[in-house]
């Protein structure tokens, strides 16, 4: 079955170190998307890629990176400079072209810094 | 800038309640709208949508109707279920903006039975 896969689903990390949140699609889509979601709140955007080897910040991008090498893949790094990064992390992508066309996401990393 | 206002929750309801989630956006032009609903531990998966005023989205017994009069597209159910329990976001595309989602606040829902 297509779909996309975070993994993994639990990660736990000390303050001040650098850590990759994994997201693979099998999908065949361009675009991809990683949001954050916190407690009680909507999500928000962090970066967003329409085609390999191209991304764009989002609303949040300070503190994140991301890299987009195959279009499988969007890896997001959640660096030492991200002031919050405990949260809910969400990966997501779509078709694309369609502006009505939904978006798929995964099951969602829980990233909690300590 | 283009937004999503729903109404908060958390919402609690007995079982084959009837149910509302209030819904209403900013932006320009006739943006498509979307309602995702989120399952504990999980991420989202669309619910329904619509792509043009007086559109009704609907599934599993939801329903939103695209009301460009009022910018609104408020989620309904006529008798929700203890599976329903979730969040429940509501969602626009600008119609000049292709890729770009706005997600409203998210509404928990929980059903007693």
């Known amino acids: 079955d297509g779909g996309i896969t975070q993994s993994p689903k639990y990660l736990f990390r000390k303050e001040g170190q650098n850590v990759t949140l994994s997201c693979e699609q099998n999908?065949?889509?361009?675009?991809m998307y990683w949001y954050r979601q916190d407690p009680g709140q909507g999500l928000r955007l962090i970066y967003y890629?329409?085609?390999?080897?191209?991304?764009q910040k989002g609303d949040i991008a300070e503190g994140y990176s991301v890299s987009r090498e195959k279009k499988e893949s969007f890896p997001l790094t959640v660096t030492s400079a991200q002031k919050n990064p405990t949260a809910f992390y969400l990966c997501?992508?779509?078709?694309?072209?369609?502006?009505?066309?939904?978006?798929?996401f995964g099951n969602g990393t829980r990233l909690t810094v300590t | 800038g283009d937004s999503v206002t729903q109404m908060e929750g958390p919402v609690t309801l007995s079982e084959e309640a009837f149910l509302t989630i209030n819904c209403t956006y900013t932006a320009t032009g006739y943006p498509s709208l979307f309602w995702y609903v989120q399952y504990p531990g999980e991420g989202l998966q669309l619910l329904l949508k619509?792509?043009?005023?007086?559109d009704k989205g609907s599934n599993k017994g939801f329903e939103a109707t695209y009301r460009k009069e009022t910018t609104s597209f408020h989620l309904e159910k006529g008798s929700v279920q203890v599976s329903d329990s979730a969040v429940y976001f509501c969602a626009l595309t600008p119609n000049n903006a292709g890729n770009m989602l706005t997600f409203g606040g998210g509404t928990r829902l929980m059903v007693k039975p």
């Open positions: 997501a992508s779509r078709p694309p072209g369609q502006q009505n066309s939904p978006l798929h």
């Open positions: 999908l065949n889509h361009d675009a």
């Open positions: 619509a792509t043009k005023a007086d």
């Open positions: 890629s329409q085609i390999v080897n191209d991304f």
